[in-house]
C-alpha cells in the first residue's frame, strides 16, 4: 500500500501561503491532503468529517488555540496524529500541546523532506521530537518526581529518563539505540511511554483540578 | 485619587476641624476679648481663606501657584499677631492660647506637602516667631514671663515638627508613588512588546520562514536571498524575545544565562531547558554560563566546519546538569593524553577549574568520529 490510499492529512494553519506551500509539498510527495482549515473550530468539525490520520497543525491559530485544538482532536478522534508544525519561538505552547496529546513537533524552518518524514513517521505513530521539546518534557518529569501527589504511573523509569536525556541532547533514536545496545523499536516505545505519561498526568491533573473545584463549589452553596 | 490629590484632601479635613475648634474657643471667650467685634471679624477671614484653601489647593494639585502658599502661610502669622489686638487683656485657651490655636499648623503642612521638608521647617519657624510676639505682648495678667517663653517655645518645636516630618513623608510617598508609576509603564511595555511579538510572530516570521525554505529549495541566487532571510528571521525572533529580567541580589534564572551563551556562540547550537525557572545564585549562573561558553569556543575550534551543538540543562531538584554536547569529529582518549603531555588542555583545565570552583564536577567524554560531550554537574 503506498502513502496516498492510506494518509490522510489535515493541514492547520491560518497563514493562506503557508497552508497552500505546505499542500503542495505533501501532494506532490505522495500524500491525500484530506482537507485544510484556518482556524480551531473548523479544524476540528474537518477532521472529524474526513478523519485524517495525521493533522499538521501550526499553534498560532484564531478562535481556538492550537493547543486547545488538538485537544478536541484527540478526544474525537483518538487514534489520530497530531503534528505540530510551529515556530521555534513559542516552547510553551508546543509543551502544552504535548501534553493535549500532540505526538510530533517540527519547526516551521525545517525543509520539505524533514516535513515529509514527519508526517509520515508521525502516522506511524513515532514519536517526532526536538532536542529542545525533549528537555521541557524532561523538566515537567523532573517536577513531576517531587511532587507529592503525583501517580506512581506517571513516573519516568530509569531507563525511560535516560533515553529522554540523549534525545534533549540530540542523538537520534539510531544512535541512542547504539550507545545502550537496544533495538531502535525499543527506543521508540520508550520515548512514546514518556509522552503517553504526561499525558496520563496532564489528565489526572485535570481531574484532581475539577474535584477540587467541584468540592470547593460544595462548601460555597 | 492621586497620592497628592489625597495628601490635599486630609489637609482640608485638618483645616475645617482645627477651625471648629479654633471657632468654638473664640466664640465660648470673645466676651472676655478687648474687642469681641475683631474676634468674630478673624473667625470670619480665618472661615473664608479654609475655603479657598479647600477648593484651590485640591483644585491646583501639582502646581499649587506661590501666591497661595504665601497668603495661606500670610494669614495664619497675621491671625497669631491679631491676638495682640483682639484680646490683648482679655484671656483665651484657658489662659496661653492664641486665637488660630492648632489652625495654624494648616499653613505648614501646606508649605512641607508643596515644597518639602526645608520649606516646612521655614514656614514653621515664621509662625513660630509670630506667636512668640504675640505671646510676649500679651498681658495675662499674673502669668509668669517664664510660662510665656515655655509656651511659644513648645508651640515652635511642634511647627517645626509639622513642618518636618509632614515634608519628609511627603517626599517618601511620591518617591513610592513615582516607583510605582514607572512600574505601571514598564509594564504597559512589556505587554506592548508582547503584543508586537504575537504580531510579529504571525505575519513576518512566517513569511521569512518560507522564503528560507522555498528559496533554499530553488538554489543559486534564491539560495543566498533564504540564507539572508533566515538570518533576519534569527536577528527578528532575538529581538521580539523578551527582554531578561535582572532581579537585584536576587537568584538568577540559569536558562537565560546559558540561552544568551548559546544564542552569541559560533557554531549553530540547540538548546533543551526545562519550562519553569532554574534559579541558582548569581555566582554559580556565571560560572556555568562562562564555562559553557569555553565550551562552546571548544566545539567551534575543534570539531570541525559541519559540527553543530546541544546543551542541555537537567534540574532533578538535587543536582543541576548542563551537558555540551557535539556531533564533530570527536577525538581518542590517546589524543587526550597526547595534548594532555604536551600542556594543550588548558581550556578544559579552566573549564574544571570554575565548575569545582563552584563545589561541582566535571566530566569529558570523547569517541573518534562521535564528537564531544561536556557535562557540568553542581550541587544545589
Keep these: ?221 | 485619587m492621586t497620592t497628592l490629590g489625597s495628601l490635599w484632601r486630609a489637609l482640608t479635613i485638618f483645616r475645617w476641624a482645627t477651625l471648629a475648634w479654633a471657632g468654638f474657643l473664640i466664640v465660648r471667650d470673645h466676651k472676655n476679648f478687648q474687642h469681641p467685634l475683631a474676634g468674630l471679624v478673624v473667625l470670619a477671614v480665618m472661615a473664608a481663606w479654609t475655603f479657598v484653601a479647600s477648593v484651590g489647593y485640591e483644585r491646583y494639585g501639582k502646581r499649587v501657584p506661590r501666591w497661595m502658599l504665601g497668603a495661606d502661610l500670610g494669614i495664619a502669622a497675621a491671625v497669631s499677631l491679631a491676638t495682640l489686638y483682639v484680646v490683648r487683656h482679655g484671656v483665651v485657651l484657658g489662659g496661653a492660647g492664641l486665637l488660630p490655636s492648632t489652625w495654624a499648623a494648616g499653613a505648614v503642612a501646606a508649605w512641607a506637602v508643596a515644597w518639602g521638608p526645608w520649606w516646612g521647617i521655614a514656614a514653621g519657624s515664621t509662625l513660630g516667631v509670630a506667636g512668640w510676639i504675640s505671646h510676649g505682648g500679651l498681658d495675662r495678667g499674673g502669668l509668669e514671663h517664664g510660662h510665656v517663653s515655655q509656651q511659644s517655645a513648645s508651640e515652635l518645636v511642634l511647627f517645626l515638627l509639622v513642618g518636618g516630618v509632614v515634608g519628609h513623608l511627603v517626599r517618601l510617598a511620591r518617591r513610592g508613588a513615582d516607583d510605582l508609576a514607572r512600574a505601571v509603564e514598564l509594564q504597559a511595555a512589556t505587554g506592548e512588546r508582547e503584543r508586537l511579538a504575537r504580531e510579529i510572530h504571525d505575519s513576518v516570521l512566517q513569511a521569512l520562514a518560507l522564503i528560507h525554505r522555498r528559496g533554499r529549495e530553488a538554489g543559486g541566487v534564491a539560495a543566498d536571498l533564504a540564507d539572508l532571510a533566515a538570518a533576519q528571521e534569527i536577528e527578528l525572533r532575538r529581538l521580539v524575545a523578551k527582554a531578561p529580567v535582572e532581579v537585584y541580589g536576587a537568584d538568577v534564572d540559569l536558562r537565560e544565562s546559558l540561552r544568551r551563551t548559546c544564542d552569541a556562540a559560533t557554531v549553530s547550537v540547540e538548546f533543551a531547558a526545562p519550562a519553569a525557572a532554574v534559579l541558582v545564585p548569581a555566582r554559580c549562573a556565571h560560572g556555568l554560563a562562562a564555562a559553557a561558553t569555553q565550551a562552546l569556543d571548544n566545539v567551534a575550534r575543534h570539531a570541525g566546519p559541519k559540527a553543530r551543538a546541544w546543551v542541555l540543562l537537567d534540574d532533578d531538584g538535587e543536582t543541576i546538569t548542563v551537558s555540551i554536547r557535539d556531533d564533530g569529529v570527536g577525538c581518542t582518549a590517546a589524543d587526550l593524553a597526547d595534548a594532555a603531555a604536551a600542556g594543550r588542555l588548558g581550556v578544559a583545565q579552566s573549564m574544571r577549574g570554575r565548575i569545582e570552583g563552584l563545589g561541582g564536577t566535571m566530566c569529558l567524554e570523547a569517541m573518534p568520529g562521535q564528537g564531544v560531550e561536556v557535562e557540568f554537574r553542581v550541587g544545589r
Excluded at chain 1, 521555534?88 to 516535513?115: F, N, Q
Excluded at chain 1, 526536538?130 to 513531576?144: D, N, P, S
Excluded at chain 1, 517531587?146 to 542523538?171: H, M, N, Q, W, Y
Aim: with cysteine; net charge negative; charged share 25%.
Design chain 1, 1 to 221: 500500500m503506498s502513502d496516498a490510499e492510506v494518509l490522510g492529512v489535515l493541514v492547520v494553519d491560518d497563514h493562506p501561503m503557508w497552508r497552500d506551500s505546505v499542500v503542495r509539498d505533501l501532494t506532490e510527495a505522495g500524500l491525500r491532503v484530506v482537507g485544510t482549515a484556518e482556524d480551531g473550530p473548523k479544524a476540528v468539525r474537518v477532521a472529524k468529517a474526513t478523519r485524517p490520520n495525521v493533522v499538521v497543525m501550526d499553534l498560532q491559530l484564531p478562535g481556538l488555540s492550537g493547543v486547545e485544538t488538538t485537544r478536541q482532536v484527540m478526544e474525537a478522534l483518538p487514534d489520530c496524529h497530531v503534528l505540530v508544525l510551529s515556530a521555534s519561538g513559542e516552547p510553551l505552547d508546543v509543551l502544552d500541546a504535548v501534553k493535549a496529546g500532540a505526538t510530533g513537533y517540527l519547526i516551521k524552518s525545517a525543509s520539505r523532506e524533514e516535513l515529509i518524514d514527519a508526517v509520515r513517521r508521525t502516522a506511524a505513530g513515532d514519536p517526532v521530537f526536538t532536542a529542545g521539546l525533549a528537555g521541557l518534557v524532561l523538566g515537567e518529569f523532573r517536577k513531576i518526581s517531587t511532587s507529592p501527589t503525583a501517580e506512581a504511573d506517571t513516573r519516568l523509569s530509569e531507563r525511560e529518563t535516560e533515553i529522554l536525556r540523549f534525545v534533549a541532547k540530540g542523538l537520534t533514536y539510531k544512535q541512542i539505540a547504539e550507545r545502550l545496545v537496544l533495538s531502535h523499536r525499543t527506543v521508540q516505545n520508550h520515548v512514546q511511554n514518556c509522552l503517553r505519561k504526561l499525558q496520563l498526568h496532564t489528565r489526572y491533573e485535570l481531574v484532581r483540578y475539577a474535584v477540587q473545584r467541584g468540592l470547593d463549589a460544595d462548601a460555597d452553596s
